[in-house]
């Protein structure tokens, strides 16, 4: 574990800069493998396609605080695909939320902070518990509305997968969202196009996906979900003076990004590692992604 | 067009859809919308409590808040997903929502999201729900007749079953203090009183004794405890005494008053409830009286573990063993053994 950065410091936190953004992604990754190292098995492509998407919120985008993880202007963040919540716990561990000596712990025992899905009972800094998909937009919704109501310029973000989409009740979000005018919310699509049984579009088709979005009423925003730089361009929407509709960022991405053996293979969404693999996988994160 | 032809002599025929608007029985004394006037009177000094509905605003007498606070009220589309989950959201920064709707949208379509996004979460938003158990003509797409099990299941979920609109007065403002998700069960429209002539006052998670009685005990919640006092006064023609406990928060229950009254020997406890008779305050209390050590003879009053008929309220309140007449006869059959 010698081989990462020090916790940055909320007090006068600055964004990282690019090359810095690029080695904390690396470092979700490594964070992430040896969670599921401890674990013995992972939901490891899940996580990986949205490592740089999770890396740009917490270390550049969001106003979060965690010497005050409950302060009322810090941007919220709902992880709605949340069994890749290990990507989560790397940035709350890395933003100084949670204690390293976590990782080990990972899904260990009975009764240990960091299980599964992420929870607002056990972790600091967690906005919305998960595990059922096709809630987060919902909720996220209305945490919009309650901050415009409150007349708050922060920001609600809401990270979901794109299997998820086939949740009618995103739809249901999705048709409220507009009506409020909800520009402080901004939705995220993993758009990894795998989900449990195979492509995500043969399973249940979502194409055309950004007219979907649009003929709701959404901003749509296409982006590389691996490109740290565009990534923390779109993301950070103005606080005041927005365009009165929400956006969604369709982030194209591939599923296990950065471990080639992984990268867009479907058994990978969940799965045991032999040692062999693990290495190999230290192996390849040993550098930050091109 | 003619006018229509008046009913021939006699009772008017009951429809299906004259008893979707009401409970009340013919001459009962009723007050219009007690809920929403209710929460009117709350949301006056409580700025956090919100309305919000799922395109059932009138139908769940929210539209009296709706008129009074438009810009604390929430038309959500017939979306009750997307109901309970934006709740949770507002209930996480702070605010109080009302969320309504009818009982089987709420309790079956919207489960796993109360579970998860308000449950789970312990949000403090209050669920209620118009048409619980069968209270509605138009079957068993409107009649949620398993409600109460469906929600005593969830940990961190309080759950109330009021009987009246003197009851209901009280609940709003005992609910909106509670700090917790709570899922109450909504008698909406004109709403019979009855409570206030028994100096009955409502205390979250507490049961009250409302008459006494040497006979039977009839244990009940909701409307059964308005049947079951016309039907304790109708027994004393049989010299049979019926004491009446009403239990309406069904969870937490309030073990200590139910074992003390059932714990009285000589009487035999019926419980009456608006619901199956699968999981609800009938199998509560059995269970309780059962690992208490406490076993008198007990009898349940409820609807059939079957999908219920539709058509008129009152011949369906008959059928399914739930009206006064019923009760009645059941207790005098049931204690002649």
Known sequence: MTDRAPPPNDNGFVPLDL????EMARINRIDVADMFAAAGNGHYGSCYSCTEIMTALYFSVMRV?????????????????AHAAPTLYSALIRRGFLPEEWIPEYETKVGVKLMTHQSRRYQPGVDASGGALGHGLSVGAGMAVAAKFDRSDHRVYVLLGDGELHEGSIWEAAAFAPKHKLDNLVAIVDRNRLSVDGRVDEVLPLEPLADRWKSFGWDVAEV????????????????????????VVIAHTVKGRGVSFMEDVRSWHFDVISPQQDAALRLELSEPLK | MKPAAPPPTGKPRLTTSAMI????????????????????????????????????????DLHIFGQAFPDRYYQMGMAEQLLFGAASGLAAEGFTPFATTYAVFATRRAYDFIHQTIAEEDRNVKIVCALP??????????????????????????????????????????????????????????????????????????????????????????????????????????????????????KPLDTETILREAGKTGRMVVVAENHTVVGGLGEAVAGLLLRSGVYPAFRQIGLPDEFLAAGALPTLHDRYGISTAAVVSRIKEWLSR
């Not at chain 1, 605080?65 to 695909?81: G, L, M, Q, T, V």
């Not at chain 2, 009401?22 to 309305?51: C, N, W, Y």
């Not at chain 2, 009649?143 to 009021?162: F, G």
């Open chain 1, 19 to 22: 090359d810095q953004l690029r």
């Open chain 1, 224 to 247: 590389d979900g691996h490109d740290l730089e565009a990534l923390v361009k779109v993301l950070d929407v103005p606080r005041i003076g927005g365009s009165g509709k929400p956006l």
């Open chain 2, 21 to 60: 608007a009401s409970i009340a029985g013919e001459g009962q004394k009723t007050k219009p919308a007690p809920f929403g006037h209710a929460l009117v009177e709350v949301a006056k000094t409580r700025p956090d409590v919100l309305g919000m509905t799922a395109d059932l605003g009138k139908y769940t």
């Open chain 1, 65 to 81: 605080d965690s010497r005050n993880p409950e302060r009322p202007d810090r941007d919220r963040f709902i992880f709605s695909k």
């Open chain 2, 133 to 250: 158990g069968l209270t509605s003509g138009y079957g068993p797409s409107h009649q949620a007749a398993e409600d109460l099990a469906l929600m005593r299941a969830m940990p961190n979920m309080t759950v109330i079953d009021p009987c009246d609109a003197h009851e209901i007065e009280q609940v709003v403002p005992a609910i909106a203090a509670h700090r917790g998700p709570v899922y109450m069960r909504l008698l909406r429209g004109q709403v019979p009183v009855v409570l206030d002539e028994y100096g009955y006052t409502f205390e979250l998670g507490r049961a009250k004794t409302l008459r006494g009685g040497d006979d039977v005990l009839i244990i009940s919640s909701g409307i059964m405890t308005m049947r079951a006092l016309d039907a304790a006064e109708e027994l004393k023609a049989d010299r049979i005494g019926a004491a009446v406990l009403h239990v309406p928060t069904i």
